[in-house]
C-alpha cells in the first residue's frame, strides 16, 4: 500500500471512538477518543506498529480528526502526547482546541 492509498476510517460508538487506518493484514494505526454528547472530543492515544513509523501516518489521523471538527464544528481537547505537540507545531488548529 502506496501512503497515498491510505483509507482513514471513523469507527464510532455512544462514547468513544477511533480513527483507523488498514495498513496489512493484522496491522493498523489508529487515534482513539472520547467523546459525550456535544462535548469535544478527547483525544487520548495515538499509535503506529513499529514497522510503519516515520512516514506520517499518524498526522494523517490527527489531521481526519481536524477536518471533522471543522466539518461538524467540534472541539478538541488533546491528551495523547502527540496530538498535543502537533497542536503546539500548528498553531492555526488553536480555534478548535477545548
Known amino acids: 500500500m502506496t501512503e497515498g492509498e491510505y483509507k482513514i ?3 464510532e460508538g455512544p462514547t468513544r471512538g477511533r480513527y483507523v487506518i488498514r ?3 493484522g496491522a493498523e494505526a489508529e487515534m482513539t477518543y472520547r467523546k ?3 462535548g469535544p472530543m478527547i483525544i487520548d492515544h495515538t499509535g503506529v506498529p513499529p514497522e510503519f513509523e516515520g ?3 499518524a498526522l494523517r489521523l490527527v489531521k481526519a ?3 471533522d471538527a471543522r466539518q461538524e464544528s467540534f472541539r478538541i481537547t488533546p491528551v ?3 496530538v498535543v505537540a ?3 507545531r500548528h498553531p492555526e488548529w488553536a480555534v478548535l482546541l477545548s
Open 36 to 38: 459525550a454528547g456535544s
Open 65 to 67: 480528526a481536524i477536518a
Open 80 to 82: 495523547c502526547s502527540y
Open 23 to 25: 495498513l496489512a493484514p
Open 9 to 11: 476510517t471513523r469507527e
Open 55 to 57: 512516514r506520517g501516518i
Open 86 to 88: 502537533q497542536f503546539r
